[in-house]
């Protein structure tokens, strides 16, 4: 029973670039929510979504980022031209249930912005 | 705004010893507590939760205290253990936002001396 798959694990974007980070849940789990954890810092809440649907993007900066979780295949977080200040460790995590209290984290995607 | 926060960044111990970490959170919202463990290039673990009902919540060497009064609450880790050296989240959440986001401390990073 794999866990939250997440990859690249690493990723490398000149500034301008874009970005794009991949979720697959636990099997099961429709429910996906992205984290974002810069340097020195905890997890910052970006964005809950089920299947083809954006439920919560109260965490989302306006503007470059978007994300969408299809019927099929993982979740993506799309990052477009992107900057210094978007370096940071992405997590994603997967729940069986909305409002489930035990999320599983997956083991994130470290972006770094040269 | 740091709507939960963890003020000690470190925290070292002996192994055998007892593990005191803390969290302070101002949300009155807040009804639903958890601690996540956290490894090097790792997703946060869940270790234990508690819900606002309750006071205290124990599972094998892991309890954690709820002081909503005083809007605190504590991880307690006896005996501490070597492999017990992580990061160590603290994240609260609440009916308010249907429990679908987790607000997260900064961390605070636990050394457990042999």
């Known amino acids: 029973n794999a866990g939250v798959m997440q990859n690249p694990r690493h990723l490398v974007r000149r500034r301008g670039q874009e970005a794009r980070l991949r979720c697959s849940p636990m099997?099961?789990?429709?429910?996906v929510y992205w984290y974002r954890q810069l340097p020195e810092e905890g997890l910052k809440f970006m964005v809950y979504?089920?299947?083809?649907?954006?439920?919560?993007e109260s965490g989302m900066p306006k503007e470059r980022f978007s994300a969408e979780f299809p019927k099929e295949g993982p979740s993506i977080l799309r990052i477009q031209q992107v900057v210094r200040g978007d370096s940071a460790a992405y997590f994603c995590?997967?729940?069986?249930?909305?409002?489930?209290?035990?999320?599983?984290f997956g083991q994130g995607t470290r972006l770094t912005v040269v | 705004d740091q709507q939960v926060k963890q003020n000690s960044p470190s925290l070292s111990v002996q192994e055998g010893r007892i593990s005191i970490l803390n969290c302070d959170y101002t949300?009155?919202?807040?009804?639903?507590f958890l601690w996540y463990k956290k490894y090097p290039a790792e997703g946060p673990t869940f270790l234990i939760s508690i819900s606002s009902i309750k006071d205290k919540n124990e599972d094998g060497r892991f309890t954690v205290f709820l002081n909503k009064s005083a809007k605190h609450l504590s991880l307690h880790i006896v005996p501490s253990q070597p492999g017990d050296s992580a990061v160590y989240f603290c994240?609260?959440?609440?009916?308010?936002?249907?429990?679908?986001?987790?607000?997260f401390g900064s961390g605070t990073k636990l050394n457990v001396k042999p």
């Open positions: 995590a997967s729940s069986l249930m909305a409002g489930n209290t035990e999320a599983f």
């Open positions: 099997k099961g789990h429709s429910h």
């Open positions: 979504l089920q299947k083809e649907n954006i439920i919560d």
């Open positions: 949300n009155s919202m807040f009804d639903y």
């Open positions: 994240a609260a959440t609440g009916k308010g936002n249907n429990f679908n986001k987790f607000y």
